[in-house]
Nanobody, 122 residues
Framework: QVQLVESGGGLVQAGGSLRLSCAASGIIFSMYTMGWYRQAPGQAPGKQRELVASITSGGSTNYVDSVKGRFTISRDNAKNTVYLQMKSLKPEDTAVYYC????????????WGQGTQVTVSS
C-alpha cells in the first residue's frame, strides 16, 4: 500500500536551516509530481494545508511566494525520496510538514503521512 514517511523536522532558531525528507513507497515514484504541504499550529488536520513547494517528474519546481529564495525542493528517484531544504527560517514557518503526490494535473492524493514538526523560535 501507499506509504509516505516524513522526517527531519525539529526546533531551530530563526535564521537557521533544516532539511526535510519524505520516503514514498507503494507508488512508481518517478512518475509522480511530489509536493510539500504544511499545516500551521491551531488548525484542524486536513483544514487549510498550504502547498509550499512541488517538483514534477521532469524536475520542474514551483514555490509559494512566502518561501521563494529560502526553500528548495529536490528529489532522488533512486531512493524514492523527496527533500525540502529550508534556509533562513522564520517563526511563521512553524508548522507540521507533509508530503504528497499527484499524477500530472490530477488532484493531489488523499494519502498523508504522519508529518514532521518544524518549530522556529524567534
Amino acid at each position: 500500500q501507499v506509504q509516505l514517511v516524513e522526517s527531519g523536522g525539529g526546533l531551530v532558531q530563526a535564521g537557521g536551516s533544516l532539511r526535510l525528507s519524505c520516503a514514498a513507497s507503494g507508488i512508481i515514484f518517478s512518475m509522480y509530481t511530489m509536493g510539500w504541504y504544511r499545516q500551521a499550529p491551531g488548525q484542524a488536520p486536513g483544514k487549510q494545508r498550504e502547498l509550499v513547494a512541488s517538483i514534477t517528474s521532469g524536475g520542474s519546481t514551483n514555490y509559494v511566494d512566502s518561501v521563494k529564495g529560502r526553500f528548495t525542493i529536490s528529489r532522488d528517484n533512486a531512493k524514492n525520496t523527496v527533500y525540502l531544504q529550508m534556509k533562513s527560517l522564520k517563526p511563521e514557518d512553524t508548522a507540521v510538514y507533509y508530503c504528497n503526490f499527484r499524477y500530472g494535473s490530477n488532484p493531489w492524493s488523499n494519502h498523508w503521512g504522519q508529518g514532521t514538526q518544524v518549530t522556529v523560535s524567534s
